[in-house]
């Protein structure tokens, strides 16, 4: 039971990023130390980590970062701390979740460019639950350029244990990247809780899996 509490470190001040259509709360230090470091353990000890690469303009690149994907319908299941920090974000959140997609970036030459996740797909407005474990790292989110909102890029640094929960039109209006960060010489793990489409369970296309690594490559240009 103890332990159950000690999940929400400080789960009592969370600060909302966005509140213009769409809703982005960022919660620091969701997740206690202790268990923050049992599950950088646990995925590491056996995640198997996907090296992506695309075809851009005739050239095929590497997405920079590594990715996988863990839960129902997914590569391999959850690890048991995963499991129960599924169950936390659960009832933080009010939401189920199915699966959850891992970014990991080795260093600070690894990121993920602007991008919003679920592009394109009609199940835009489900929950993404996004956990941040390991070295800090510069998460930012702006308007879309078709959104008809005039708002400065939101930054916040996102570290060990911290959650950052994106819902309702935030898919649909902004988009959100972590940049390169030269200064970062440490690996971060990123854990984006996520459910498959609400109205069937079906699994997720090969399309939308590799959406959001999409504009990934902007990055190296
Ligand atoms: O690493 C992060 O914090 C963001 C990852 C992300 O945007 C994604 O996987 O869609
Ligand atoms: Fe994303």
């Known amino acids: 039971m103890a332990r159950q509490l000690a999940l929400f470190a400080s789960a009592a001040s969370p600060t909302i990023l966005v509140g213009d259509r769409g809703d982005v709360t960022y919660i620091p230090e969701f997740l206690d130390r202790e268990i923050a470091d049992a599950l950088v353990r646990e995925l590491s000890a056996d995640t198997r980590w996907r090296a ?13 970062r590594e ?39 080795r ?3 690894d990121a993920v460019a602007w991008h919003g996740d679920r592009d ?12 941040s474990l390991g070295a800090t790292r510069t998460f930012q989110l702006r308007p879309k350029k078709d959104s008809g909102l005039r708002h400065d890029p939101v930054s916040v640094e996102v570290t ?10 935030t898919q649909l209006y902004w988009e959100h990247r972590v940049p390169r ?18 109205r069937d369970g079906e699994m997720p296309s090969a399309s939308e899996l590799l959406a959001y690594a999409d504009d990934a490559i902007a990055s190296l240009r």
């Open 52 to 64: 992506d690469s695309r075809l851009m303009y005739g050239k095929r690149v590497m997405v920079p």
């Open 181 to 198: 960060d030269p200064r970062s010489t440490g690996e971060r793990l990123n854990v984006t809780f996520r459910q498959h489409r609400a």
């Open 120 to 131: 394109g797909s009609r199940d835009a407005r489900l929950i993404v639950a996004s956990l």
């Open 160 to 169: 060990h244990g911290d959650l950052v929960i994106m819902r309702g039109d």
């Open 107 to 109: 260093d600070g030459r």
């Open 67 to 105: 990715t996988a994907g863990r839960g129902e319908k997914m590569p391999q299941p959850w690890t048991p701390t995963l499991e129960r920090v599924r169950a936390a974000v659960e009832r933080y959140t009010g939401t189920r979740y199915d699966y959850c997609f891992l970014n990991r970036y």
